[in-house]
T-cell receptor
Framework: DAKTTQPPSMDCAEGRAANLPCNHS???????VYWYRQIHSQGPQYIIH???NNETNEMASLIITEDRKSSTLILPHATLRDTAVYYC?????????????FGTGTLLAVQP | DADVTQTPRNRITKTGKRIMLECSQT?????MYWYRQDPGLGLQLIYY???????NKGEISDGYSVSRQAQAKFSLSLESAIPNQTALYFC?????????????FGPGTRLTVL
């Protein structure tokens, strides 16, 4: 599975958009980009995933560059409850394990 | 989301004791996973199971064993607990047969081995 690189921490003002970057320069054609988040010591929560097209759901938007080497998770109106560690993960569905490999993620701190 | 439950939520035990962590799910998913998380680090996969008769080792299976008693139940055992197994343990489930594999996590079990 490809590795990802994320900044260790970011701040965002409440009500503003939070843009979390992720580099995955070695991603292969059949690997998806997943985003999860973990609010302090709780179980990780699925946010969104995509292959090559931009995706949007009720929680967030995912923007994947055309070359697929990087992506950005966008929380359009961050709230204090969005303070969490955000994990960007690439996974090859159909491989032997389909397992998620978690890195250390980005700690997003939403400030009042 | 109470679809994935873990018991106990907290456990303190002593070195050398056998301990079992249990996971149950009502999502009807085929696939179940056990992860551990050490402070300040990401999750590491211990074992995973794609159906009742399928058990696979993950990245850090040494010192652990699992049992898939039914589609809805997946237990993790520490045969002889040691202090460096002190960690937060998460169970997760996912559904087979789709083009992607979104995992849903339980609330976690905090295990302390003295």
């Amino acid at each position: 599975d490809a590795k990802t690189t994320q900044p260790p921490s970011m701040d965002c003002a409440e009500g503003r958009a939070a843009n979390l970057p992720c580099n995955h320069s070695t991603i292969s054609g059949n690997e998806y980009v997943y985003w999860y988040r973990q609010i302090h010591s709780q179980g990780p929560q699925y946010i969104i995933h995509g292959l090559k097209n931009n995706e949007t759901n009720e929680m967030a938007s995912l923007i994947i560059t055309e070359d697929r080497k990087s992506s950005t998770l966008i929380l359009p109106h961050a709230t204090l409850r969005d303070t969490a560690v955000y994990y960007c993960i690439v996974m090859n569905y159909g491989g032997a394990t389909n397992k998620l490999i978690f890195g250390t993620g980005t700690l997003l701190a939403v400030q009042p | 989301d109470a679809d994935v439950t873990q018991t106990p939520r907290n456990r303190i035990t002593k070195t050398g004791k056998r301990i079992m962590l249990e996971c149950s799910q009502t999502k009807g998913h085929d696939r179940m996973y056990w992860y551990r998380q050490d402070p300040g680090l990401g999750l590491q996969l211990i074992y995973y199971s794609f159906d009742v008769k399928d058990i696979n080792k993950g990245e850090i299976s040494d010192g652990y064993s699992v049992s898939r008693q039914a589609q809805a139940k997946f237990s993790l055992s520490l045969e002889s607990a040691i202090p460096n197994q002190t960690a937060l343990y998460f169970c997760a489930t996912s559904e087979s047969g789709f083009s992607t594999d979104t995992q849903y996590f339980g609330p976690g079990t905090r295990l302390t081995v003295l």
